[in-house]
């Protein structure tokens, strides 16, 4: 369980997030939901460890994180899979684990070695999607993951990325799709 206590954000003298108290569950699809501007992806970055805060946030046990942020962020020099793979050892093995994943998320034999500019925006989200997974995380932070994808391709990466949401925790911010969430916090804007 991840136990958010008293937690404030501030940008200079804007308050971003003000005394947040949430308690998130072990297991289970957690969404984030709020206007734009309200601190959503600011307290994702948060929870990651990205963003200074001050308050409590309590984890009852080490925990790994994996994320998908807004930004595809695919390093330029690797191929498709390698991106995938690059999380771990890029070897025999966990290129082919990356190849199944993308796989999953629609991807060609042939897109498996695309270099990142050869991908669109959508393929690039994708491959971003399916390196989130090729990790044993505990939690998985997916920041507007199907941001640029059509409605195939959501469900597709949604198909990946929710999987698990019996075993571990998933926490969702979108503004894409209808997912059936376990619990819903909606984040106040503070303007």
Known sequence: MIEIKNVSV???DKKIIDNLCISLPDTGLVTFSGASGSG?????????????????IIKDRK?????????????????????VAAVCEINDNNLEKA?????????????FDKLPYELSVGMARRVAAARAVM??????VLDEPF?????????AVADLLLSQRNEKLIILVTHVGDFSADFDYKIGNND
């Open 40 to 56: 959503k992806t600011t307290l994702l970055r948060t929870l990651l460890g990205l963003q200074n805060y001050s308050g409590e």
């Open 147 to 155: 941001a640029g994808l059509d409605e195939d391709n959501i469900s």
């Open 10 to 12: 501030s940008f200079g």
């Open 63 to 83: 925990l790994t994180f994996s994320a998908v942020f807004q930004e595809s962020s695919l390093l330029p020099w690797l191929t498709a899979a390698e991106n």
């Open 135 to 140: 990790i044993d995380f505990d939690v998985l």
């Open 99 to 111: 190849k199944e994943l993308l796989s999953q998320v629609g991807f060609d034999e042939i897109d």
